[in-house]
Structures are given as C-alpha cells and as structure tokens.
C-alpha cells in the first residue's frame, strides 16, 4: 500500500506570512497532484507535477516535485485569508488511474 | 458547462440500513471514481467505473457496490450501514485520456452521510 504522509497537518498563520506544506512517500508516484477543498465541497484541483524536479508557479504558489518524485512541497507566499482550506496531495503510480491522497493540511489564515 | 453534481447532498440513515447515491459527470466525461472521506482515515478511493464496467476497486468491503448507466450517470450502493459508514463521500469524473495514469478528475461537492 503506497501512503502520502503530509505535514503539518494544521497550521494557523497570519496574513502576509509564508508557508510550506510538505507531501512524502516511501513510494515513487508517476504524477501528483495538489487539491484545496473547502468546507460543504469537493477538492479542487491546483496543480499536476510528473517530472523529477519539476517546479510550478501559480501565482504565490510554487509547487516542487522532488528529484526521486517521492516527496513534494507546495510553498504559498504572501498568504491571504481565501488561502484558508484543506490541501491535499495526491499521486499515481504507474499506470495506475486511481489516486492515493494524503492525509491533509488544513490551513487557516487569520487576516 | 456544469460541473459534477451528486444527490443527495446530506443522507441520514440507521445501522442496518442500505443507502443509494447518486453522481452525474460533467457532460463528455466517461469515467466516474467514488471516494470516502473521513476525519480518520482521509480521502480513500472506492472504485471507478468506465463504459458501464468497474475498471479499479479499493480496499472497500463488499457492502460498498456501484454501477454505471449507458449515460455515464453512477450510482453507488452501501449495504447494511455501519456507524464507521459515516462520510463524505465524493464523486469525481473524468474523460480519461487514452493510456495509463491518472487523468485529472473532477469532484462533486459530495453527498454527507450520518448513520445513527
């Protein structure tokens, strides 16, 4: 069984301070993808890493597919109090189609 | 274009009994997965149906069932409730793409369960 551990799993800050959330495996994942869900709905999806090292800006959020692409980081700058939800990191492996998620971070930025 | 929309949104049941649940796809998606959230456990994949077959299953007893309409429209069955059947429980949709790998998936709002 391939399982995403992601850290921390709560983290309160406040606005205009930066973070890092962080996804790791024992396992090598094809691709991953990082969600937000917010309360009352379904995650939604930010951004998909395939490549070893591969790095992807979305505005303030960088996200990093680690060199072996079994880890992952999703850094946000600046953050602003609608950055407040619940990331999500989720690979594949191989041909696999269904997705292993991680546990979760549930952030919260005060304003 | 409408998004993946599931029925009922919020379900109280009793142990013992059974629940139906139902997602549509966005219009053109043909794969539909069903997952289970919960506090405890997280999200974790039940299965996924394509062209009216279960292509993948999780690691689900066998009171969860599903099954896929000539529409692509899915529903999903669970048997026999148990309180730990308590969940939110997600639909997500997607084209897919030819090949291997996941494709990206689209989720509904999900439908909250509650068993007393």
């Known amino acids: 069984t391939q399982l995403l551990e992601q850290s921390p799993q709560f983290l309160s800050i406040q606005e205009g301070e930066n973070l890092t959330v962080y996804c790791n495996s024992s396992s090598v994942f094809s691709s991953l993808q990082w969600y937000r869900q917010e309360p009352g709905e379904g995650p939604v999806l930010l951004v998909t890493?395939?490549?070893?090292?591969e790095v992807k800006k979305l505005k303030r959020l960088t996200f990093q597919f680690g060199d072996a692409r079994k880890d992952s980081s999703l850094h946000i700058t600046a953050a602003q109090p609608g950055d407040t939800g619940l990331y999500l990191c989720a690979g594949t492996s191989g041909s696999a189609r269904q997705l292993t998620f991680g546990s979760g971070t549930q952030l919260t930025v005060l304003p | 274009k409408a998004g993946v929309t599931q029925t009922p949104r919020y379900l109280i049941k009793t142990r013992g009994q059974q629940v139906t649940l139902s997602c549509s796809p966005i219009?053109?998606?043909?794969?539909v997965s069903w997952y289970q959230q919960t506090p405890g456990q997280g999200l974790q994949f039940l299965f996924e149906y394509f062209s009216e077959t279960q292509r993948n299953k999780g690691n689900f007893p066998g009171r969860f069932s599903g099954r896929q309409f000539s529409n692509s429209r899915s529903e999903m069955n669970v048997s026999t409730l148990e309180l730990g059947d308590s969940a939110l429980y997600l639909c997500?949709?997607?084209?897919?793409?030819?090949?291997?790998?996941?494709?990206?998936?689209?989720f509904g709002p999900g439908t909250r369960l509650t068993v007393l």
């Open positions: 997500a949709s997607s084209l897919p793409t030819s090949g291997g790998g996941a494709d990206t998936q689209y």
């Open positions: 219009s053109g998606h043909r794969s």
């Open positions: 890493v395939v490549t070893g090292g």
